[in-house]
């Protein structure tokens, strides 16, 4: 074993100088780096948690070399604070990092960078991390008691539908009914009802009105058919529509809404959000830039849902959900999920989970935790498709 080093630690003392000269001491060969030569293992070490910036130019060959790398902390050219690489940097297959793991190895090519993820607990405590990384024991599911029935576990009504998108709303359903509710009814355009009425029979759907969209005059039908339901879910499918419906169905409704896709782009603006009950919003970046009027990150979501009350789910890889107090980081999720229908699933599983007892953050972000691990599942034995991703879902 070499070193290959790129500069010696600063000063007279202090535990790097130590090491240092305890390696030299100890018969280590330790030269000043040059160019990239032959080795069966890089271990990189040359940066850590601190580094902002470019790597040296000198140091950029080595990022190349085809064998084996371990990194210590972060991969160096990795800024740990935000998955940003600037010019260069290392494609670890194995990283080790302290305490926990650090922003950078979540967001941007962190994930890639990284390679397998190995946290060491090096007696510092549990200080109040700045984003938390969701697993399987964070993302619980609703729990059926021994009496339950089909109204007791929760019920959703979704509001969709228009010519051309009129399988969002079935996607959205039969997602809803796959994760747990006991009933689900599609309120959709009165033109649309007979598509429904034979596209599954174990979902329910009621017309409103004689034309095949939404409009304004129908927000007090709606909220009259969707009355027995716990919770609302618009948007799948429901295509442009005038504003005043969307939002007076925020206002009308007394309880949970998760708002989705066409939904989300009626809103005049992020006060149509501010509502006593829970509401939950699903935007892609697209959305929650025409929504906030902002570029989508964590930070920005966290700000939406500080200033309206409600919960965002900002989709992506990864997904955010925050209350504006805590913000959760869902990494289940790859690159499968990057298909037409798959948000309308989601959105049925999030509207399901609410209904079903879990508080609005919990909701959402379990929701994204079991879509993104269904996706990956299905992924393994066929290319998932919004169809697939839903039945999956109730495996």
Not at 94 to 105: D, E
Not at 361 to 372: E, L, N, P
Request: aromatic share 6%; net charge negative.
């Amino acid at each position: 074993m070499s070193v290959r080093s790129f500069g010696y630690p600063r000063g007279d003392a202090g535990p790097a100088r130590a090491a240092s000269v305890a390696a030299a001491r100890a018969g280590v060969s330790i030269d000043t780096i040059g160019e990239p030569e032959e080795a069966d293992l890089i271990i990189d070490a040359l940066y850590g948690v601190g580094f902002h910036g470019s790597l040296a130019d000198t140091l950029v060959p080595w990022t190349r070399v085809d064998v084996p790398v371990l990194s210590i902390d972060v991969p160096s050219g990795l800024d740990a604070t935000t998955g940003l690489v600037e010019n260069a940097a290392f494609y670890a297959d194995a990283t080790v990092t302290f305490q926990a793991a650090k922003t950078g190895h979540i967001l941007g090519e962190g994930p890639e960078r990284s390679g397998e993820l190995f946290i060491l607990d090096i007696g510092l405590g549990e200080p109040r991390p700045s984003l938390m990384l969701c697993e399987e024991i964070d993302a619980p599911w609703p729990v059926r008691t021994r009496h339950a029935h089909k109204w007791s576990v929760g019920s959703v009504a979704v509001v969709g539908g228009s010519p051309g998108l009129t399988g969002a709303p079935m996607l959205a359903a039969r997602s809803a009914l796959n994760a747990g509710a006991g009933a689900v009814t599609i309120v959709c355009p009165g033109a649309l009802q007979p598509i429904y009425a034979t596209m599954d029979p174990g979902v329910m759907s009621r017309a409103i009105g004689a034309g095949d969209r939404f409009g304004s005059d129908d927000t007090a039908a709606v909220l009259d058919a969707a009355a027995r339901y716990d919770v609302l879910a618009i948007g799948p499918g429901l295509g442009s529509v005038d504003p005043a419906f969307v939002e007076g169905l925020l206002a009308g409704w007394d309880g949970p809404v998760v708002v989705d896709a066409d939904g989300l782009n009626a809103l005049t603006g992020p006060p149509a959000l501010r509502r006593t009950d829970d509401t939950i919003i699903t935007p892609h970046a697209g959305e929650f830039a025409r929504l906030a009027g902002g570029v989508a990150s964590h930070e920005s979501a966290a700000r939406l849902a500080a200033d309206t009350g409600a919960t965002v789910l900002l989709k992506g890889n990864p997904t955010f959900v925050t209350d504006g107090d805590a913000t959760w980081v869902v990494a289940s999720g790859g690159p499968e999920l990057a298909t037409i229908g798959t948000g309308d699933v989601l959105t049925g599983m999030v509207a399901a989970f609410a209904a079903g007892g879990l508080p609005a953050d919990v909701a959402a972000r379990s929701a994204a935790f079991h879509h993104g691990s269904a996706g990956a599942r299905l992924s393994r034995s066929a290319v998932v498709t919004a169809t697939g991703l839903a039945a999956e879902v109730g495996r």
